[in-house]
């Protein structure tokens, strides 16, 4: 409330987007010491079609970009992969199979590269699960499914600690010894560090980019920056 009688009225939407901007701050005309309770108005989005009409205001572009670019790589690497396995004998069957399944050839060849991603990512889990077994007796502690039978419940991301290192400590070392950078923190994860009662830990993670002669430069590094 204004000394002149007017009101002060801000939107939200706006505090948030545009902060003080020309849309940001609106006065009200009206008798004092009356309060303005203004009505809401529907807003219509630009195109009343899918999926535009779910977005109000100005789309996030940079997501929509990196969304864009994800399935155009996923949808680049699931076209080699499906051309690669018509060549192959024992690929046959399943190629038969996804070219039943998905007749259009944009999302069977996303399913192409998410069959072939998980089938590279359980074979990177295993190479590692049992590197990590070997290097146990050294004092390195790996956290979460160890089970080489449950592979398929995870991912090849791995968080463990060595026996009387910090976390910094074991993250200087990979880098001093093989160039390896591991990230340290929390890693947006309290739940976790709350069950652990404690933060040495530090988290290593593989993907279907990364071959086997990286899991083997990862896991002989570790076992130099283990305490002798």
């Known amino acids: 409330m204004s000394p002149a009688g007017s009101l002060t009225g801000a939107s939200p939407s706006q505090w948030a987007g545009k902060k003080c901007g020309p849309t940001g701050i609106k006065r009200f005309r009206g008798p004092a010491p009356v309060a303005y309770r203004p009505a809401p108005v529907p807003r219509r989005s630009e195109r009343r079609r899918d999926p ?3 977005e109000q205001g100005t789309p996030n572009h940079a997501v929509l970009a990196g969304i864009t670019g994800a399935m155009q790589y996923l949808e680049w690497l699931g076209a080699r992969i499906e051309r690669d396995a018509a060549r192959r004998a024992e690929l046959r069957p399943l190629y038969r199979d996804l070219s039943r ?16 991603a998980r089938a590279h990512e359980r074979t990177l889990s295993l190479a590692l699960l049992e590197g990590f077994a070997r290097l146990a007796s050294r004092g390195v502690r790996l956290h979460g499914l160890t089970d080489p039978g449950r592979v398929d419940e995870r991912d090849p991301t791995f968080l463990f600690e060595i026996r009387g290192l910090s976390q910094e400590t074991i993250k200087r070392r990979l880098y001093e010894l093989g160039r390896i950078e591991v990230p340290s923190g929390n890693y947006y994860s309290l739940a976790v560090y709350r069950h652990l009662r404690r933060q040495r830990t530090v988290r290593a993670s593989f993907a279907h980019y990364d071959g086997l002669d990286t899991v083997r430069h990862f896991l002989k590094t570790l076992k130099s920056a283990v305490r002798p």
């Open 101 to 116: 399944s998905y007749p259009d050839p944009a999302p069977r060849r996303l399913k192409w590269a998410m069959t072939a």
């Open 52 to 54: 535009f009409k779910y």
